[in-house]
């Protein structure tokens, strides 16, 4: 496992993290030709809610979930998601779907009008609840590897950054009250 060391190197290489600890999803596709990526989408998951370091939240992404493990786990086995990123609350970040492919985060969703936010977002789950601080290490963590998503696909501007429940309102809620934007966009912007 990569320790969250603050003097880690964020880079992006080939749609991948260099940092991170990779664990590929078959839970995407790919993008549509020529679609460029100019949408970055911040959420929340934790699995069981509310309970952090699980591992579950890595299973779920990777269609390997015991649903006889917890009750809420019924209701989600069946469901086939991913998204591109995962920070724990440690600051740890896992990748499940490089950057030029398509990760099934979104769902029904809609951004200045534009339809199906997969074909063209990266999606970050922060591990977390809606009514829960997010973690120093979460924000340092987010912050550097959206910088190095900003490097990498420039037309994802600081004002295409949103949040789950922007792009899915009365449908989504993550990443909450909890997600302080003012503090993550003062991390992005003095990097
Ligand atoms: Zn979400």
């Known amino acids: 496992m990569i320790s969250n060391d603050p003097n880690l190197e964020y880079d992006i290489k080939d749609g991948r993290l260099t940092t991170a600890i990779q664990c590929p999803s078959p839970n995407a596709n790919e993008r549509p030709q020529g679609q460029?990526?100019?949408?970055?989408?911040?959420?929340?998951?934790?699995?069981?809610?509310?309970?952090?370091?699980?591992?579950?939240?890595?299973?779920?992404?990777?269609?390997?979930?015991?649903?006889s493990l917890h009750p809420y786990f019924q209701?989600?086995?069946?469901?086939?998601?991913?998204?591109?990123?995962?920070?724990?609350?440690?600051?740890?970040?896992?990748?499940?779907?490089?950057f030029e492919r398509?990760?099934?985060?979104?769902?029904?969703?809609?951004?200045?009008?534009?339809?199906?936010?997969?074909?063209?977002?990266?999606?970050?789950?922060?591990e977390g609840c809606d009514d829960i601080a997010y973690t120093d290490a979460q924000y340092d963590a987010l912050a550097k590897v959206a910088q190095q998503i900003l490097i990498a696909y420039p037309e994802i501007t600081p004002e295409r950054i949103v949040g789950h429940s922007d792009i899915a309102p009365g449908r989504k809620t993550d990443p909450g009250d909890a997600f302080d934007w003012a503090r993550f966009r003062q991390l992005l912007a003095n990097k």
């Open 36 to 67: 460029a990526v100019n949408l970055l989408v911040i959420h929340n998951i934790s699995l069981p809610p509310g309970e952090f370091g699980t591992g579950c939240v890595q299973r779920f992404f990777s269609n390997h979930l015991d649903a």
């Open 102 to 126: 398509r990760a099934w985060h979104a769902g029904v969703s809609s951004f200045h009008g534009v339809e199906n936010c997969n074909n063209y977002s990266i999606g970050i789950e922060l």
């Open 75 to 98: 209701t989600i086995a069946d469901l086939k998601v991913s998204a591109h990123l995962f920070i724990e609350r440690d600051g740890n970040v896992t990748q499940f779907v490089p």
